[in-house]
T-cell receptor
Framework: KNEVEQSPQNLTAQEGEFITINCSYS?????LHWLQQHPGGGIVSLFM???GKKKHGRLIATINIQEKHSSLHITASHPRDSAVYIC????????????FGTGTLLAVQP | NAGVTQTPKFQVLKTGQSMTLQCAQD?????MYWYRQDPGMGLRLIYY???????DKGEVPNGYNVSRLNKREFSLRLESAAPSQTSVYFC???????????FGPGTRLTVT
């Protein structure tokens, strides 16, 4: 079982739809990242959060530490949102490590 | 500002050859990282440097060495390349250890 699991693995949406991508993890963490990887390969950091909720434009990230779960929401989706969305967790404890999920491939159709 | 730069962008090596991937950042970040990305595996941390003068192993360090040359530069060396090291390699940096990360454009390495 992977320590970080994302769902769905693939998602196709119509422009304007509300999108949710989920990330579940099995270890105690100190924080969680959401990243976006563009079709050309470039990777951009979207959010880093350790509790609650963060919002940036049409993107919203939430985390529930007790349930070991985070969600990334995209409101009013647009074709330019098409990308791979990656969740990564930072292990807590004496040794910090970063473990990544395998990503969710999102395609937003016009 | 260039952000995080990596050289080269592409490289083909024969098994047993050595090479060094270069990474530099101009954001005065303390921490730097090397990742590899393989199809179906996601990103995996190879080595990181929490601050100048320190380096630590990540999830997949075998077959690699790193040098934090100064605050700006963090290089990754393959001493004897193997086909299993065929991958896309990303360098990243952050102000705080494992904080918000800024990624370089990647190096696509093929070992034949």
């Amino acid at each position: 079982k992977n320590e970080v699991e994302q769902s769905p693995q693939n998602l196709t949406a119509q422009e304007g739809e509300f999108i949710t991508i989920n990330c579940s993890y099995s270890v105690g963490i100190s924080a969680l990242h959401w990243l976006q990887q563009h079709p050309g390969g470039g990777i951009v950091s979207l959010f880093m959060l350790s509790s609650g909720k963060k919002k940036h434009g049409r993107l919203i990230a939430t985390i529930n530490i007790q349930e070991k779960h985070s969600s990334l929401h995209i409101t009013a989706s647009h074709p330019r949102d098409s990308a791979v969305y990656i969740c990564a967790v930072i292990y807590g404890g004496a040794t910090n490590k970063l473990i990544f999920g395998t990503g969710t491939l999102l395609a937003v159709q016009p | 500002n260039a952000g995080v730069t990596q050289t080269p962008k592409f490289q083909v090596l024969k098994t047993g050859q050595s090479m060094t991937l270069q990474c530099a950042q101009d954001m005065n970040h303390n921490s730097m990282y090397w990742y590899r990305q393989d199809p179906g595996m996601g990103l995996r941390l190879i080595y990181y440097s929490a601050s100048e003068g320190t380096t630590d192993k990540g999830e997949v360090p075998n077959g690699y060495n790193v040098s934090r040359l100064n605050k700006r530069e963090f290089s990754l060396r393959l001493e004897s390349a193997a086909p299993s090291q065929t991958s896309v390699y990303f360098c990243a940096s952050s102000s705080l250890s494992f904080g918000e990360q800024y990624f370089g454009p990647g190096t696509r390495l093929t070992v034949t």
